[in-house]
């Protein structure tokens, strides 16, 4: 069974963005069929198996479209395996201990049950939207500390677990 995995993610500034779809990239690589959409342009989840969903992490909250979407589709995910990620440190932290999910996010595991959270590090570079985003860049703290061997490391797990499921059994 070729498993089709949903990877929505909330962006700001892309950075999240570029994440998933470097979990979907691999997913496929390893034999799944994945696609990253935003957040806010899945309209259903029948269509897929598996959803992954991340979201960039602003003042100790998920993006709004990530919290939006878990919002949305609360009566269809209970139905599907659920991994969720963060991106958000900017710095090396998130490389080199694990950052447990903010309190929404850690909520929103429980009541899924959630497989896996994984928090990756975040990047914010120059042009970025919103007036704290922009402050950081200037004063010299932003970066683009995205580990993207850790997040193929990631995805991989997730796409060994899914081959992994019984065959007939819905993921």
């Known amino acids: 069974m070729n498993a089709k995995v949903l990877v929505a993610y909330g962006t700001t500034n892309g ?21 990253a959409r935003p957040a806010e342009s899945v309209v259903t989840l029948l269509p897929y198996d598996a959803v ?14 990530a919290r939006r979407f878990l919002r949305r589709h609360r009566r269809e995910l209970p139905a599907r395996p659920l991994w969720l990620f963060s991106s958000g440190p900017l710095d090396a932290s998130a490389s ?8 929404g996010v850690r909520r929103a595991m429980i009541r899924f049950d959630a497989r896996e959270h994984i928090t990756f ?3 914010l570079e120059k042009g970025a939207k919103g007036f704290i985003a922009h402050r950081i860049v200037e004063s010299g703290k932003g970066g683009d ?19 992994g499921a019984p065959q007939g059994e819905r993921l």
């Not at 080199?96 to 309190?103: M, N, S, T």
């Open 121 to 123: 590090g975040g990047c």
């Open 145 to 163: 500390f995205r580990d993207f061997p850790a997040i193929e490391a990631w995805a991989g797990r997730i796409a060994k677990e899914l081959l």
């Open 96 to 103: 080199e201990r694990d950052i447990p999910p903010v309190p």
């Open 52 to 65: 992954v969903v991340g979201g960039g992490v602003y003042a100790g909250r998920w993006q709004k479209n």
């Open 15 to 35: 950075s999240t963005a570029r994440i998933a779809e470097t979990i979907a990239e691999t997913l496929d690589k390893e034999g799944l069929t994945a696609e």
